[in-house]
């Protein structure tokens, strides 16, 4: 079975912090996402990449960063945390190619203090 | 662009009652079409699959079809448990591309 790896379920941190979220999947998977989720709101793409070193925005990019140096790791980086970035953050791993399924982790719930 | 829409919740069924979810989609190609599962606490799981028009995906005694001609790709299930209390999302994915777009989801809970 597939397995995405979140470094934390809980995380509390303080507006102005830089923020790091870990993400490990053990598939060998081409294609990695993070999404934040909210309440009524469903899930956002926040960035994703295909191949290490490589990044795309996505719908919601503004205040966050990513890392993939590595294939099997993604990282999700907060500049400077702000109180509206307090959320459920999801990552996801897939293959490459359209009809793939998306492999989720169990989630990093944030709070901004 | 590419959406998916899904009815809106929470739905509250008593046990061993029929389950519908409706969701339909808006799609520029040939998209793949899916439903996840999200538990109290957890990521989402992936629930069942259809790639094709036509196609039935099946798991735990969900089922979905997918219906080209109504842009469709409803869920159900015959008899539901407690235990299926969960938040179900659909989603698309077209099959020349690697993102997927998501449902706002729908909040289940099954009472006894």
């Known amino acids: 079975d597939v397995k995405v790896t979140q470094s934390s379920r809980y995380l509390v941190k303080r507006t102005g912090e830089k923020v790091f979220l870990e993400c490990v999947q053990d598939?060998?998977?081409?294609?990695m996402f993070w999404y934040r989720q909210d309440p009524g709101l469903g899930l956002r793409l926040i960035y994703f990449?295909?191949?290490?070193?490589?990044?795309e925005k996505g719908d919601i990019p503004e205040g966050y960063s990513v890392s993939r140096e590595k294939k099997e790791r993604f990282s999700l980086i907060l500049e400077s945390a702000s109180t509206n970035q307090t959320s459920m953050y999801l990552c996801?791993?897939?293959?490459?190619?359209?009809?793939?399924?998306?492999?989720f982790g169990d989630g990093t719930r944030l709070s901004i203090l | 662009g590419d959406s998916v829409t899904q009815m809106e919740g929470p739905v509250t069924l008593s046990e061993e009652a029929f389950l519908t979810i409706n969701c339909t989609y808006t799609a520029t190609g040939y998209p793949s079409l899916f439903w996840y599962v999200q538990y109290p606490g957890e990521g989402l799981q992936l629930l069942l699959k259809?790639?094709?028009?036509?196609d039935k995906g099946s798991n735990k005694g969900f089922e979905a079809t997918y219906r080209k001609e109504t842009t469709s790709f409803h869920l159900e299930k015959g008899s539901v448990q407690v235990s299926d209390s969960a938040v179900y999302f659909c989603a698309l994915s077209e099959n020349t591309g690697n993102q997927f777009y998501f449902g706002t989801g729908t909040s289940l809970t099954v009472i006894p």
């Open positions: 996801a791993s897939s293959r490459w190619g359209g009809n793939q399924p998306q492999h």
């Open positions: 598939m060998d998977h081409e294609n």
């Open positions: 259809a790639t094709k028009a036509d």
């Open positions: 990449s295909y191949d290490v070193k490589m990044k």
